[in-house]
């Protein structure tokens, strides 16, 4: 590792050069940002390298935001930052102005489902409806094969 990582810090080394390089070079810096705040978004995705430059910074208030019942991308190492940062004041989103009440109250029980401590309130001026597609052209599922698989069934 020790021999790859010098080769990585050539200019003129063989191995690829990537962006987690330059960024793990950058934090290995000590790197300070000259700001009186940094907003974090989507935190809940957080890249740890990068989340761990964040929270070194000593001037300057630090805003994460995020979900974390919208976690994604684990699978590429990412972290929770909402979870583990141990941060002591959490605000949350009190209405959505993206869908109406009863999309409100679909997502609701699903988080009620996961033990959510987030509940959610949609925007009155939305009309929204749930009801059963008897033809859908969409579907959810948990995998990609599982969603190729049941289109490839819809398609035969």
């Known amino acids: 590792m020790q021999k790859a990582w010098v080769d990585l810090e050539n200019i003129k080394g063989d191995l690829p050069y990537k962006h987690e ?3 793990k070079s950058w934090h290995l810096a000590g790197p300070v940002i000259p700001a009186d705040f940094i907003l974090f978004d989507e935190a809940q995705d957080a890249n740890p390298v990068l989340l761990a430059c ?27 930052a909402l979870e ?9 989103l009190s209405q959505s102005f993206r ?3 009863a ?10 489902a996961l ?17 059963f597609a008897h033809s859908p052209d969409c579907y959810l599922t948990r995998t990609n094969a599982s969603g190729r698989e049941t289109v490839c069934r819809r398609c035969a």
């Open 103 to 112: 999309i409100a109250e679909q997502a609701n029980r699903v988080l009620q």
């Open 99 to 101: 869908f109406g009440p």
């Open 115 to 131: 033990d959510a401590r987030l509940r959610l309130r949609g925007f009155d001026k939305i009309d929204s409806v749930i009801d």
């Open 84 to 92: 583990k940062t141990g941060i002591e004041k959490h605000v949350y």
């Open 21 to 23: 390089h330059y960024l």
């Open 54 to 80: 964040v929270l070194a910074q000593k001037n300057a208030q630090k805003i994460l935001v995020g979900d974390s019942n919208q976690q994604i991308m684990e699978f590429t190492g990412a972290v929770d």
